[in-house]
Nanobody, 128 residues
Framework: QVQLVESGGGLVQAGGSLRLSCAAS????????MGWFRQAPGKEREIVAAISWSGGSTYYADSVKGRFTISRDNAKNTVYLQMNSLKPEDTAVYYC?????????????????????WGQGTQVTVSS
């Protein structure tokens, strides 16, 4: 059974930075694409970023492009999301997810329905 545990969320002022971590246990994340998603109150869950298992390919939602960076350390079984220049509209619960399918080192999914394991989420609140 895979467990994903997010950490690093909190309250930050607009323009500030946070670094989210997602630690996996029960399975190595090597050979699995990973994603970060977020869900704001009253809104659907949306993808923020995704990364192939090798780290060679990444995807960013237009709303975070240039501000957020997804990365992974397969040796530590951990995925990160560095969030800079945060805006109030970034306020949401952030979730990491693992896609248990095996892909090439440059492939990832963007749809939440394609991911099989989810963390419990970490709250990010950006004040104006």
């Amino acid at each position: 059974q895979v467990q994903l545990v997010e950490s690093g969320g909190g309250l930050v002022q607009a323009g500030g930075s946070l670094r989210l971590s997602c630690a996996a246990s029960g399975r190595t994340i090597n050979r699995h694409a990973m994603g970060w998603f977020r869900q704001a109150p009253g809104k659907e869950r949306e993808i923020v970023a995704a990364i192939s298992w090798s780290g060679g390919s990444t995807y960013y939602a237009d709303s975070v492009k240039g501000r957020f960076t997804i990365s992974r350390d397969n040796a530590k079984n951990t995925v990160y999301l560095q969030m800079n220049s945060l805006k109030p509209e970034d306020t949401a619960v952030y979730y990491c997810a693992l896609d248990q399918a095996y892909y090439s080192g440059t492939y990832y999914q963007r749809r939440a329905s394609e991911y099989d394991y989810w963390g419990q989420g970490t709250q990010v609140t950006v004040s104006s």
